[in-house]
């Protein structure tokens, strides 16, 4: 008769043991896979920098080019 409400207090101690151990599973999935490739963000180029599509959309904004000058040189960036 005296062990049976001991085995309640270990029940609940054993979740939070478990739920304790997951995150620390979890925590450690989480670090490996950031320090991999795989959760690494791609590289961002500096502020103030654009990009040569974007360089090519501006000069064709402003009027500096042509649209058959504009067409040609973007499908250099598109791969056609």
């Not at 005296?2 to 309640?8: A, E, H, R, S």
């Not at 950031?34 to 402003?62: F, M, N, Q, V």
């Not at 080019?65 to 960036?77: D, G, K, P, V, W």
Request: proline share 5%; glycine share 16%.
């Amino acid at each position: 008769m005296m062990g049976y409400g001991y085995g309640y207090g270990m029940g609940a101690g054993m979740w939070v043991t478990w739920i304790l151990l997951l995150a620390v599973i979890a925590l450690v999935v989480w670090l490996t896979v950031r320090a991999g490739d795989g959760g690494r963000e791609p590289a961002r180029r500096p502020p103030g920098r654009l990009s040569p599509k974007e360089i090519l959309d501006g000069r064709y904004a402003r009027g500096e080019i042509a649209t058959a000058e504009y067409a040609e040189r973007l499908s250099h960036f598109v791969g056609d």
